[in-house]
């Protein structure tokens, strides 16, 4: 048989001439014999590039995800209310209370005449002063000044006297405080500002 009639029947199975200089074909291989020589090897300082590049970018993904969920859980600051109780009258003696300094920012005081609440606010640049017992007075932490047990200044930088917080007896007898509400000195004998003793 002619090989005309030979290629007439079947494909033929002789390479193509390759091009001067083209690379050899690598003969195939089964799987697990490929691999590690198809890729170059790396240098120590290559491997660590590598490890450098991925930790980045999971610290950036991990950074994403976390913003994610921190979008979910906005950030809220939990106030007290400012009208609140601050239980019967006849819990307060003659003085200054301090009790509610820390919660509600105030002092409960009574005189021979008069409840009425401070407002726990330095009127020179808002620091919370502090009750002195021994000293009978307010003393501001801050830069001084003094107050006596009304909330009247006379010593340091604050201009002016406290202010003092609404106060009413609510139906059940409890003192109520309205912190929102404030009464500076020249209205602090208006209803509100006190409670007769
Ligand atoms: S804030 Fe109180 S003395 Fe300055």
């Keep these: 048989m002619s090989d005309s009639a030979q290629g007439a029947g079947q494909t033929s199975t002789k390479p193509m001439p390759r091009p001067p200089g083209a690379a050899t074909p690598r003969r195939p291989r089964p799987p697990r014999e490929r691999g590690t020589d198809l890729e170059p090897g790396r240098s120590p300082a290559q491997l660590k590039r590598r490890t450098f590049s991925w930790v980045g970018l999971a610290s950036v993904g991990a950074a994403l995800g976390a913003c994610g969920v921190r979008f979910f859980f906005p950030r809220t600051i ?30 409960v005081c ?51 006297p406290m202010d003092r917080c609404k106060v009413w007896l609510a139906p059940d007898g409890q003192l109520m405080v309205d912190k929102l509400v404030v009464f500076r000195v020249d209205d602090w004998d208006q209803p509100g500002a006190f409670l007769s003793a």
């Design 78 to 107: 939990f106030e007290p209310p400012t009208t609140f109780s601050v239980g019967y009258p006849s819990e307060y003696g003659f003085g200054v209370d301090s009790k509610w300094q820390s919660k509600y920012r105030i002092w």
């Design 110 to 160: 009574r005189d021979a005449e008069k409840l009425y609440v401070i407002s726990a606010i330095c009127t020179h640049l808002g620091c919370t002063p502090d009750w002195v017992s021994a000293a009978n007075k307010f003393k501001c932490p801050c830069h001084g000044s003094g107050y006596d047990a009304a909330g009247v200044n006379f010593e340091g930088p604050a201009p002016r």
